[in-house]
């Protein structure tokens, strides 16, 4: 007799797709009455299938239990045997059944796909029959859906004003100092300060930028708002951190500008652009919003490394806390006042696994994870940049092992939080964060396995962050006053705040716990000018400074735009391109989407 103890997993059909468990339903996106049909007709073979396969457990089940007897000789055999045959009986027939239903439901899936795919077909001979009609002015001209109420284009107003005041204000307030000891770098440093500069402008402009594009319908906008903000962040730096490094040094002839300004520029620019993460989809050009977000966070990011840096003398040459963690706190403070905007609109939620729009591709996140790749391969020239001289090869050792330890542990995280399968925003956002954590005074002092214990614990800090606490702070609830409600586009609460917290302990425990002379350095002499363990009180007094004037300086920006947008009464959706760019054709765009095409 044929051998009938299979597994009921060993006869597959290659041919036939098993059942979507859970289905992959559209209806909730599209609107339409032949699709939500077709899914629900899906929905219910699915079910039938999986009823069928519980079917064929019992069934197995139920010979295991008929072969254990306790009956001996013929009569056992005989009893066997005819459990066998039932249950043969029973497996052709059920699988016979599943064989049915799978051949239904193959057609069923690709009738979805045909019909998805006359949809869209049919939607870009829409939109080019559009297009055409405009061309011939056979339709008034449209506007972007950001629809203002008596605003006329102050932004470009408030953009070319300040720049006419820069260009006064450099002319008269800047010049260079010819000296190339400030400019070519030193015999005891490991690079020149251009090729620190090349890195990280690398890191700003284009990995930054690129991060922000794993929303799918908001590429145009992530990256060349960060290009814009970047651009403005570096010009009025130059003259902020002039103006007060003058003033430290009782010195006001004019703003010398050298190679170490620009890059210091960078470090201010990168602040905003981290900053612009928590607000990404929630801002545009419209009435000064980014300009305004920009130029006051720019300000205010002067004003604190004046107050920590130059006053304080506290040591953070990789930003953890003065870039990273400042950046983090200004957005989130910002995002609170634009959260509770959208708030008001019940239709509106901007919870990350409510909005439709708050959501990627694979094309974009894998252009997401380039940015990641290019930013994880410059951070430790961005760490070591602004590094005391004869120091800056252990911060870039350090910074590697730091950020090589966070991606090993955040890529175990991201299985382990994601229930065995890894989700690419983890990738493109914890493999990082290392670095930042040893951004700060203690990068240049620590042993290897320091380093990489300490990119090990921010990697695990940000992601349980990001999974648990995250979630709490998006928390709505419409009916009751009560509603936290802070929406964080990229989530750099979890993974530029965190980890630059993280740094800032590090950086007081480091340089409490050592000695004056570490490897063969007098650290009080050329790094901690407080002297050790003094300089762990100024490493705390810059922490706990950084996050104040960050988050109420935020919330203080965020409750202005606010008013703008309640001025403006703005009903465009967020996190879409077709509010300020002329789109392509084929751009997803939102159902009654009344914006200009491109060709």
């Not at 219910?44 to 299938?49: E, K, L």
């Not at 953009?159 to 070519?184: E, H, K, S």
């Not at 590090?506 to 002379?517: E, K, L």
Request: hydrophobic fraction near 45%.
């Amino acid at each position: 007799m044929d051998v009938v103890f299979r597994n009921q997993r060993d006869e597959v059909f290659p041919e036939l797709p098993e059942p979507p468990n859970p289905p992959n339903r559209l209806t909730e996106k599209i609107a339409d009455s032949y699709l939500t049909g077709l899914e629900n007709y899906i929905l219910a073979i699915g079910t039938q299938i999986r009823n069928i396969q519980e079917m064929e457990i019992k069934a197995m089940t139920h010979l295991t239990q008929q072969l254990v007897t306790k009956q001996k000789g013929k009569t056992k055999k005989d009893s066997e045997e005819e459990a066998r045959l039932e249950f043969q009986n029973t497996i052709q027939s059920l699988r016979k059944r599943r064989r049915e239903y799978r051949l239904m439901e193959r057609d069923a899936l690709n009738e979805r796909i045909k019909y998805l795919d006359s949809m869209m077909q049919q939607k870009q001979e829409q939109e080019y029959l559009r297009y055409k009609l405009f061309r011939l002015k056979a339709i008034p001209e449209t506007t972007p859906n950001y629809t203002e109420a008596g605003f006329i284009d102050l932004s470009s107003i408030f953009i070319i004003a300040f720049q006419i005041a820069f260009i006064i204000l450099v002319g008269t307030c800047v010049d260079y100092r010819d000296d190339p000891l400030y400019n070519n770098g030193e015999p005891n440093r490991i690079d020149d300060w251009y090729t620190f500069y090349t890195h990280i402008a690398i890191m700003i402009f284009f990995a930054w930028g690129f991060s922000g594009v794993w929303l799918r319908k908001y590429g145009f906008s992530a990256v060349v708002f960060y290009f814009f903000v970047a651009c403005e962040a570096m010009e009025w730096s130059f003259l902020g951190n002039g103006f007060f490094f003058d003033a430290s040094w009782q010195n006001y002839p004019k703003v010398e500008l050298v190679m170490g300004n620009l890059v210091q520029a960078t470090f201010c620019a990168t602040s905003m652009v981290v900053a612009l993460g928590a607000v990404l989809g929630k801002i545009g050009f419209y009435a000064g919003e980014l300009l305004f977000f920009v130029l006051f966070g720019t300000l205010v990011w002067c004003v604190n490394y004046f107050i920590n840096i130059m006053a304080l003398k506290a040591v953070d040459n990789g930003g953890a806390m003065t870039v990273h963690l400042f950046g983090a706190m200004y957005g989130v403070g910002a995002t609170i006042f634009l959260s509770s905007y959208w708030d008001k609109k019940k239709e509106t939620d901007l919870r990350s696994d409510k909005h439709h729009d708050l959501s990627s591709n694979y094309t974009s996140d894998v252009m997401a994870l380039m940015g990641t790749i290019f930013l994880w391969v410059t951070f430790p020239s961005w760490n070591a940049a602004l590094a005391p001289d004869t120091t800056q090869h252990r911060v870039v050792i350090n910074t590697f092992l730091g950020i090589a330890s966070s991606c090993v542990v955040g890529f175990v995280l991201s299985r382990v939080f994601r229930r065995k399968a890894f989700d690419m925003r983890d990738i493109q956002t914890v493999t990082y964060v290392g670095g930042i954590a040893l951004g700060s005074a203690h990068n240049l002092i620590i042993t290897p396995a320091a380093a990489l214990l300490i990119g090990g614990i921010a990697a695990s800090t940000a992601m349980v962050f990001d999974v648990f606490a995250l979630p709490y702070l998006e928390r709505r609830n419409p009916n009751s006053n009560f509603s936290l409600g802070v929406y964080d586009t990229r989530h750099v609460l979890s993974f530029h705040g965190v980890p630059g917290f993280i740094g800032g302990v590090a950086s007081i425990i480091a340089v409490v716990m050592n000695s004056s002379y570490q490897y063969g350095l007098n650290t009080e002499e050329t790094v901690y000018r407080r002297g050790i363990p003094r300089q762990g009180g100024f490493q705390t007094a810059c922490l706990f400074i950084s996050i104040g004037i960050a988050l109420l300086s935020g919330v203080f920006v965020g409750f202005i735009l606010n008013l703008v947008n309640n001025r403006a009464n703005r009903e465009s959706p967020p996190f879409s391109d077709e509010n300020h760019w002329l789109v392509p054709l084929d751009f997803p765009r939102a159902s009654g989407a009344a914006s200009a095409s491109a060709t």
